[in-house]
């Protein structure tokens, strides 16, 4: 009989033939007992260390004596098993010490099977931290997230109850916990930027009875009241949302009459076209807009894309500015306003023509802060009322099907383009007798084609957002969010597979005052001591600060990532791999530095390449090393 060569059986005796052949030409020599146990034993495999690409945080180091206040609290050390609607609930007390700069350190480790989760923290009812999770492997994941937080002294400086909600669940296929512990340092620095003197949540207020408050669009209605002080001077609104379930992948979506194009194929799909609009509304009138970043978590697509190289944004999602100080000519009227969130899609009426939607697919988790500066006590901000030049935006969209020989539905190609403008100017007298011009603007605009072919199982997408948000306080946003996706799903053998290729950017530079710490403030250091937070490094690294003086006004932000991975799931057991390079540059606008301006100082870049899960090239760049 014929024996094949590749067939278990031949494999087999031809390792005992060649144990054989060893056995009896070596002489055989006693080892100690402890030798063959070590050479018995497993190998040791380190956790994979996930990391977001992002600017580099500064942590203080030293003393008192160099910094007035160096404090670190533990604020939580939890595993999330089961945990959907059982946040965890802590306390704060704040730190024996006067400070003006907040850090928290939040590391996680898990190990086995399980989904990307959304996490959310709060202080008492207002949302201070939005972040998800990696995907676990058999041998386990680590990463390490460091966050600027003097955003919210204001809350900092009371005592607080922290609230921590990161749903998970557990079973026989799904056994991955998140291990979990977050700490804040505080400390005082030079040159700190004036924080908001009062925060108010737009949110469900829930932290009264251990609930967490975000509001989950549609269903609940996202709003809250309430009676501005009437010596506000400033006031700005930040809105943090994210698609799930249905909307997580919403700038794929199809538009309403197109739903069934692929019904017998691949079943129903999402509808509510791939625009989205996430809306702020001051007693019912819109106040300004936010066109969102397509953030893609870490199981978004194809799992292989995103190890250990996180997606962007996806471990620390951005909030979106939006400055109401030309409403406060009504606000400080000591009464109640209504503060809505609303999230709204595109409604297809036919022949080309279009409207925004009042509702999206299920799922949206919103919520809202309102940051107020205040004038001195007992003063009063008052003036002209708002004129408000806000219209609908333009919206284009187009749709075509094409069908087989057998008269099915092949290819579905859908277009959809939009433009908007929003002013809203007002002239405000503040408690110091001075006039002045107050206003808000935003230009915004959107294309998106998306490709689907072979009966629904390809797909491409093509999408690019513009925007350029200013206000009279000197603060500009300008941003472009260029995407592109290949993707396609097969079944063969009851197995599933999926194979992809994305390049993704999130352009963004900021000038003026910002609520939230634009990174810069980790530079402008003047010959102190100090440690920056590298993403992928587990602990700080030293670092030598540059001469004074060097103060840039702004921040511009170039990340972009390209990948292709795959995807093949049969039974419980699943795998994926791939290839991902990210690009990154962090740089100062504006720099007064000695003997003049230096605009677009390089501060921090960084490239990295991974192939398969392990990092196959990294360097980075940090100015002053």
């Known amino acids: 009989m014929l024996l094949n060569i590749f067939s278990p059986l031949c494999h087999q005796l031809l390792l005992l033939c060649v144990l054989v052949i060893l056995f009896s030409s070596v002489p055989v020599v006693s080892r100690d007992p402890d030798y063959a146990l070590g050479k018995r034993q497993t190998p040791i495999i380190p956790p994979l260390v996930n990391f977001q690409v992002s600017e580099p945080i500064l942590t203080t180091v030293g003393d008192s004596n160099q910094y007035g206040c160096v404090h670190t609290q533990l604020l939580m050390d939890h595993a999330f098993w089961f945990s959907y609607g059982m946040p965890f609930i802590g306390s704060y007390t704040p730190p024996p010490c006067t400070f003006n700069r907040v850090t928290i350190n939040f590391t996680v480790t898990s190990r086995g099977r399980q989904f990307d989760r959304l996490g959310l923290m709060y202080l008492g009812d207002v949302e201070v931290f939005r972040t998800s999770t990696a995907e676990p492997t058999s041998n386990g994941i680590v990463w390490t997230y460091v966050k600027e937080m003097q955003q919210y002294n204001a809350l900092w400086r009371t005592d607080q109850k922290i609230i921590f909600d990161l ?231 187009s749709s075509g099907v094409t069908k087989n020989a057998t008269g099915a539905n092949e290819t579905l190609t859908y277009r959809t383009s939009s433009t908007r403008s929003i002013s809203i100017t007002s002239t405000l007298k503040t408690s110091n007798g001075s006039v002045f011009p107050a206003s808000w603007t935003q230009q915004l605009t959107y294309t998106n084609l998306n490709i689907l072919l072979s009966q629904g199982f390809t797909q491409r997408t093509e999408q690019l957002t513009k925007g350029t948000d200013r206000s009279s306080s000197g603060y500009t946003s300008q941003y472009s969010y260029p995407l592109i996706i290949n993707s396609t799903f097969s079944t063969s053998g009851g197995g599933v597979g999926i194979t992809a290729s994305l390049t993704r950017s999130l352009n963004l530079t ?77 740089r100062g606008s504006e720099a007064a530095g000695v003997g003049g301006n230096a605009a677009n100082e390089e501060l921090y870049t960084r490239r990295v390449r991974a192939v398969n899960a392990s990092v196959v090239e990294d360097v980075q760049t940090l100015i002053g090393r």
Do not use: M
């Not at 979106?320 to 009227?333: F, N």
């Not at 840039?552 to 292709?564: H, R, V, Y």
């Open 167 to 397: 749903g998970n669940l557990i079973d026989s296929t799904y056994t991955a916990s998140f291990n979990t512990t977050l700490t804040a340092t505080f400390s005082t620095i030079p040159s700190s930027r004036a924080a908001a003197d009062r925060i108010l949540p737009i949110s469900a207020k829930r932290s009264g009875t251990n609930g967490t408050s975000a509001f989950s669009l549609p269903g609940d209605n996202a709003l809250v009241a309430y009676t501005i002080p009437q010596n506000t001077e400033r006031a700005v609104v930040s809105l943090s949302a994210c698609g799930q379930a249905s909307e997580e992948f919403w700038y794929t979506n199809v538009f309403n009459t197109e739903v069934n194009t692929f019904e017998d194929q691949v079943g129903t799909l999402y509808g509510y076209s791939p625009f989205r609009e996430v809306q702020l509304l001051i007693d019912g009138q819109l106040a300004g807009v936010s066109w969102p970043f397509p953030v893609i978590f870490t199981g978004g697509i194809v799992p292989g894309l995103w190890r250990p190289i996180a997606g962007i944004n996806v471990f620390d999602l951005r909030e979106h500015e939006i400055d109401i100080t030309p409403w406060l000519t009504i606000l400080c009227d000591d009464a109640s306003h209504t503060f809505e969130i609303r999230v709204a899609g595109i409604n297809n009426i036919g022949r080309g023509n279009a409207s925004l939607s009042d509702i999206v697919g299920s799922t949206w988790i919103v919520t809202g802060k309102i940051f107020l500066f205040l004038g001195p006590e007992g003063s009063t901000t008052f003036g002209t009322a708002p004129r408000i030049d806000v219209s609908p935006p333009t919206l284009q969209i």
């Open 510 to 586: 900021i000038e003026g005052p910002s609520v939230f710490p634009s990174g810069i403030q980790s530079f402008n250091r003047t010959g102190s001591p100090a440690f920056f937070a590298l993403p992928g490094h587990l602990s700080p690294v030293p670092y030598t600060t540059f001469p004074p003086p060097y103060l840039p006004s702004g921040a511009c932000t170039t990340s972009t990532q390209s990948g292709s991975a795959s995807y093949l799931s049969a039974g419980n057991a699943s795998y994926s791999f791939g290839t991902t390079s990210q690009g990154f540059g962090f």
